[in-house]
């Protein structure tokens, strides 16, 4: 089945979809972006991902592309046309087209939007999930703006790869005072061995992530245990359990840190629980 890409205006086989090269988004990773998870053909937390967007758009004073309820109508469209019942659907908005130049664009460049969508298999999902992942620690070094959700992800690419090379799924980042900030594409969480969920606040260090924010109203509801504090490598290592989060793998579990294993080295049970009550928690549109 040929898969489509909506670009600037355009349902397009993916296959000849392709953007201007004086696209800033091409030449100064000038834009942004959203994933969002799709179940049973359904947006999952639609209205949290797109406030989330036109922050970041609002941060680099970069134009909506249109309002949200045509947006909405393109993301479904393009799920629709390829058949995604499961997967995600990705949407990035640049500054658009002009000549080659650091500072703005001349008033009147329209900002450029691709959407596209893609199944993921659930099966193999569940199977990692089950498994739960790797990850390896790395130091920070991305810029402090890591609350915009730029397209801007060398630093991410980097330490995803060194991850990859070291046999992991993920990385964490590390500050300079030592502390975990986040993963390289995912939230970082542990659960104590008193039973408290532990993630770092959305305030610095991080990306202000759907699902951490999902999960957090989540555990209110559940009468779990939450802080929002940083903590550090040792204290994960230490930890009943750990976990990531993100759009695309909900509540993912860590098994192990730089081959170090985590609580008796399988998923955990207040992982596996918050990963199978998600949910019930997050809007479908
Ligand atoms: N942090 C980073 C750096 C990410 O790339 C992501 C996923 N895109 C997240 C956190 C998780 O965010 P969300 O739950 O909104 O997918």
Not at 40 to 45: A, F
Not at 51 to 76: D, F, K, T, W
Not at 103 to 128: C, E, I, Y
Not at 147 to 170: C, F, H, M, T
Request: charge should be positive; glycine fraction near 8%.
């Amino acid at each position: 089945m040929a898969r489509i890409a909506y670009v600037n205006g355009h349902y397009q086989d993916l296959r000849d979809a392709s953007v201007n090269i004086e696209d800033r988004g091409y030449q100064f990773a000038d834009g942004v972006y959203e994933v969002c998870e799709i179940r049973d053909g359904k947006i999952v937390d639609f209205a949290r991902h797109m406030a989330r967007l036109q922050r970041s758009l609002g941060e680099l004073r970069i134009a909506m592309p249109m309002p949200l309820s045509a947006l909405l109508i393109v993301l479904r469209e393009v799920v629709r046309r390829n058949r995604v019942g499961y997967g995600i659907v990705y949407l990035q908005v640049t500054r658009g087209v002009a000549r080659r130049d650091h500072g703005f664009p001349p008033a009147g460049v329209k900002p450029s939007l691709v959407v596209t969508a893609r199944p993921l298999s659930f099966a193999k999902n569940q199977d990692t999930a089950a498994h739960g992942i790797k990850v390896i620690t790395h130091p920070e070094n991305r810029w402090p703006r890591v609350d915009i959700k730029s397209v801007a992800l060398l630093p991410n690419v980097l330490a995803k790869q060194a991850a990859r090379e070291q046999g992991a799924y993920e990385a964490w980042y590390v500050d300079a005072d030592g502390y975990v900030t986040e993963g390289a594409s995912s939230n970082a969480w542990i659960v104590t061995t008193e039973g408290r969920v532990v993630t770092r606040s959305a305030a610095t260090g991080i990306l202000a992530g759907i699902t951490r924010a999902v999960l957090i109203e989540a555990l209110a509801a559940l009468q779990l245990r939450f802080e929002e504090r940083p903590f550090t490598p040792q204290e994960a290592h230490d930890a009943a359990e750990a976990f990531v989060t993100a759009s695309s793998q909900i509540v993912m579990p860590v098994v192990a840190i730089d081959g170090q294993p985590v609580g008796d080295g399988k998923p955990g049970k207040t992982t596996r629980r918050l990963r199978e009550e998600f949910h019930r928690f997050s809007s479908f549109s």
